[in-house]
């Protein structure tokens, strides 16, 4: 089965532009997850969808992000406009049920750099 | 809330030889714990969790990790590592009241195997 993808893989933006990054699960997966890990700082949770819903959306920094589902298939991360803070790598996992025995799948994040 | 501390950022260690990362928590409740590794250019593996039972867990590569709750300790170990080690390994916690795939992450430890 094909992994967690994540487009695109390098983003490099200019301060106060908007840049959308997009994950795809893997199919049949409801759950997903959205991460960031700002330069050397921990990994840090953002967001959570079940399906299309926000499941839990207590990590997101603040509302120039917005996070969207729609179908429940896809997910986009969307940072308008971005700041110097916003540079990181972000990351997208996904897992069939939320139970702690369903493993997280990773994808390979999108690094995105603000100058 | 919880916090992980991963005490070191970096560790060289020489082919063959054994290795130990150190991974300390604090959590006011219950937790799951896990260790993944992100290989270069990859996403994040699972390589191990703790959910109940065995204080030592084993898991992929070679790789094992003794859960010691009176320490809050969940440090990883393997006997003798590979170059193909060569990777950032993280410790991460979940609260086992809530989402299991929540995860509360450390800042990570990179392990460099020298020929």
């Known amino acids: 089965e094909a992994g967690v993808t994540q487009f695109p893989s390098h983003s490099v933006i200019e301060k106060g532009q908007t840049v959308t990054l997009r994950c795809d699960p893997i199919?049949?997966?409801?759950?997903l997850y959205w991460y960031r890990r700002v330069m050397g700082k921990e990994i840090k949770f953002l967001l959570h969808?079940?399906?299309?819903?926000?499941?839990?959306e207590s990590g997101m920094p603040n509302n120039r992000f917005l996070a969207e589902r729609t179908g429940g298939t896809y997910s986009t991360l969307k940072v308008q406009p971005a700041e110097l803070e916003d540079s990181g790598v972000y990351f997208c996992a996904s897992s069939q049920e939320r139970r702690e025995n369903s493993p997280l799948h990773f994808g390979n994040g999108t690094r995105l750099t603000v100058t | 809330a919880q916090s992980v501390t991963q005490l070191d950022s970096q560790v060289p260690v020489f082919e063959e030889a054994p290795v130990e990362l150190r991974c300390n928590y604090s959590s006011s409740v219950s937790v799951y714990l896990f260790w993944y590794v992100q290989y270069p250019n990859q996403g994040l593996q699972l390589l191990l969790k703790y959910l109940s039972g065995s204080t030592l867990v084993k898991g992929i590569n070679g790789f094992e990790a003794e859960f010691n709750k009176s320490q809050t300790s969940f440090h990883l170990r393997k006997p003798s590592v590979h170059i193909s080690d060569t990777a950032e390994y993280f410790c991460a916690v979940s609260d086992l009241k809530a989402a299991g795939n929540k995860l509360t992450f450390g800042g990570g430890t990179r392990v460099l195997v020298k020929p």
């Open positions: 969808f079940v399906k299309e819903s926000k499941q839990d």
């Open positions: 199919s049949g997966h409801d759950n």
